[in-house]
């Protein structure tokens, strides 16, 4: 029979404030973090209202982190990002806030260079099969239509 741990308030706040200090969390990650622990709402709200007053939540600031970290990590485009941010219940504003962190030159360049990357790794011959292949690619990274054509159609060229 497992036996479960007790926390006073207090160490639940230590506990949720060490997990915010070590990465940028979102309301949902903290809510989530919550259900760990046997407790009333008031004391969940009262949790919450801490961390908000103290900065250690702040969904603005993780918007922006998430948003410059998965572009400049894992190369992820803003439909993406977007989709990413709406999973985890983050207003329209603070993800239009995240998305201002995107350069938009070096955001053209890095969809450039990973078409291109592709494209090498490629052993597709016939062009309409790449060029499929090539477009799946930058879709599931999350780039955005009109600029995945554009990319293609540069890094295709026919000779």
């Known amino acids: 029979m497992s036996q479960q741990k007790y926390f006073s308030i207090e160490e639940i706040k230590r506990k949720l404030e060490r997990y915010c200090v070590y990465q940028d ?18 004391a969940k709200n009262q949790i919450l209202l801490h961390l908000l007053e103290h900065d250690f939540l702040n969904e603005e600031r993780f918007s922006k982190s998430f948003a410059r970290g998965k572009f400049n990590i894992k190369k992820w485009g803003k439909l993406r990002i977007i989709r990413e941010l709406k999973l985890r ?10 998305l201002k962190e995107i350069d938009q030159e070096v955001y053209l360049k890095t969809v450039f260079e ?46």
Do not use: M, W
């Open 89 to 98: 219940d983050i207003s329209a504003y603070n993800i239009k806030t995240a």
């Open 114 to 159: 990973i078409a291109q990357k592709r494209n090498d790794l490629l052993s597709e011959e016939d062009f309409y099969k790449r060029k499929k292949r090539l477009s799946d690619f930058l879709i599931r990274k999350g780039y955005e239509y009109d600029l995945i054509s554009e990319t293609i159609n540069e890094v295709l060229k026919k000779p």
């Open 25 to 42: 969390r979102c309301h949902k990650e903290i809510e989530n973090k919550l259900k760990e622990f046997t407790l009333i709402e008031e």
